[in-house]
């Protein structure tokens, strides 16, 4: 350290939130992403959003389909795509406990930006979301 320079202690503080605000810093997620999804799903009668997978999840027809976490959306598009979709640009696998979730896949938000390449991720996952099992949850 220069010798015109003193070091300061560093103070550090706990962070004080409420609950309204701890969650949204939780459950972070690309807000307008989210609305693309939503127009892209608008014509189908049984879709529910719940808050999952750090952030917002699209259920069709009871079933998870498409979920938006950071700037990323996750597709459920089935094993039989999983490889060959994981080869395309901005497509990673879903990891989860350590292991890999075959049929699940994010997708980066740089490879979303067009309404055509939105629409043909949430095509494969409406696609397979006609095979899909329901969780053992139910609804």
């Not at 699209?58 to 490889?83: A, Q, T, W, Y």
């Not at 490879?111 to 390449?117: A, C, M």
Request: proline share 4%.
């Amino acid at each position: 350290m220069p010798a015109n320079q003193i070091r300061l202690p560093v103070m550090i503080r706990p962070l004080t939130v409420n609950s309204e605000s701890a969650q949204s810093i939780i459950m972070a997620y690309n807000e307008l992403l989210a609305d693309r999804i939503r127009e892209v799903l608008a014509h189908l009668p049984d879709v529910e959003e719940k808050k999952m997978f750090r952030g917002i999840t699209f259920m069709v027809n009871g079933k998870m389909c498409v979920s938006v976490g950071g700037d990323e959306m996750m597709c459920r598009i089935g094993p039989d795509l999983h490889d060959t979709a994981i080869e395309q640009n901005g497509c990673r696998e879903m990891i989860h406990g350590g292991k890999v979730m075959k049929g699940f896949v994010y997708v980066q938000e740089d490879e979303l930006k067009t309404k055509k390449q939105l629409a043909y991720w949430i095509k494969l996952a409406l696609d397979f979301n006609g095979k899909a099992k329901a969780s053992k949850n139910g609804r």
